[in-house]
């Protein structure tokens, strides 16, 4: 019995990897973002930090968070930072890697093009632009938005278990914006295109929205376009008594997303990649040949064709056709015509 229990051990050890699947995101205190283990900005070290927030009441710790955080954005980037340095403290028993992916968005072929199953992230915000609910976001249009399917993200995962080694670890930062880059302009204007050629019934106002830098206009363009806009549809629904959704608290949630991913919009990093060469290695000499990691293959204006198609069918649960709600697209985009124009007739009215 004793023998067996030894054998199984170390088989664990031949055997068992460990991959922890981190964020690109967790060292935003840096502009260059290689794919090794940064130390924790502010420093600090991850088992006095387990052992304090043990102690601390969670209403007390809630109220520090800010501070304790440092230039991380939210919780979130700073306890993913904080895990990678408990992880790679554990390298000398047991192989570890790391996958640091970007922002994840829907699959590019696998299980199916266009698949996905939440609004997390940017995902989310290409849905309210497609629907018409977001008319002014808060971010700069020039910079990259380092976007990364979901399929790629998985392949990368499967590929990099491959590379696990004990008393060592490896980093793969799974980013787009060093291969095959976007910009948030570029990524506004495919998502505006593709929700009109293939509207939502869920559409609420012509998909038409745009970047500003500003938080003064941004905000003024928030009350403006989204929630006057909204006031008025929920006024209509409550006059006439209908049994439809109500729209301002939506606006109110999405305000908050758009606000939350803000950090993401008006900042740029540039993240290293060298482990493409390594997938490219164990793809081309039939380790993995049934994989694929070549962003460069990667047309954007049919993969964000494919994910707001993936939209409508796999979060608004809508049965796609080509020609699915051409009409009510064009009346909205008639009515959005006329409104705008009685705006600026009554405008110019004002003026002169």
């Known amino acids: 019995m004793r023998f067996i229990c030894f054998v199984f051990i170390i088989n664990l050890n031949i055997f068992y ?57 939210n919780t979130y980037t700073f306890t993913k930072s904080i895990a990678e340095q408990i992880v790679n403290s554990y390298r000398h028993l047991i ?12 699959a590019y072929r696998e299980p ?55 008393g060592s670890i490896s980093i793969c930062n799974a980013t787009s914006g060093a291969t095959n880059p ?19 019934r869920r559409m609420i106002m012509f998909p038409n929205f745009k970047y500003r830098r500003g938080a003064v206009r941004h905000e003024l363009a928030v009350w403006m376009l989204h929630f006057v806009p909204a006031l008025l549809m929920d006024l209509r629904t409550l006059v006439l008594g209908s049994k439809q959704r109500l729209v301002t608290p939506i606006a109110k949630k999405f305000r908050q997303a758009c606000l939350a991913g803000s950090f993401f919009s ?20 039939g380790t993995f040949a049934e994989l694929y990691w070549n962003l460069d293959e990667l047309d954007y204006d049919d993969y964000v064709r494919r994910h707001m198609i993936g939209i409508n069918k796999y979060l608004h649960r809508e049965k796609f056709t080509v020609d699915a709600n051409k009409m009510q697209v064009t009346r909205i985009y008639w009515f959005w015509m006329f409104a705008h124009l009685c705006f600026y007739m009554i405008l110019v009215y004002i003026l002169l």
């Open 112 to 166: 199916y093009p266009g698949w996905i199953d939440n609004i997390q992230a940017i995902s989310g915000i290409m849905m309210e632009i497609g629907k018409g609910g977001i008319s002014s976001i808060l971010g700069d249009k020039d910079l990259i938005c380092d976007i990364i399917p979901v399929d790629f993200v998985v392949n990368a995962m499967i590929m990099m278990v491959h590379k696990a080694e004990l």
């Open 266 to 285: 008006l900042n740029e990093w540039i993240f290293k990649n060298r482990s493409r060469f390594y997938f490219k290695q164990l793809i081309d000499n």
């Open 182 to 200: 976007i910009s948030w302009q570029r990524l506004g204007e495919l998502t505006m295109k593709w929700s009109r050629i293939y509207p939502t």
């Open 95 to 106: 192989p570890i890697v790391i996958v640091r992916p970007s922002i994840v968005t829907a």
């Open 17 to 73: 990897r460990f991959l922890y699947v981190s964020t690109a995101y967790c060292n935003p205190g840096r502009k260059y973002v290689d794919e090794c283990i940064y130390a924790t900005l502010p420093p600090v070290d991850w088992r006095q930090f387990l052992s304090a927030i043990k102690k601390i009441p969670e209403n007390y710790l809630n109220r520090l968070a800010n501070y304790i955080k440092g230039p991380h954005v």
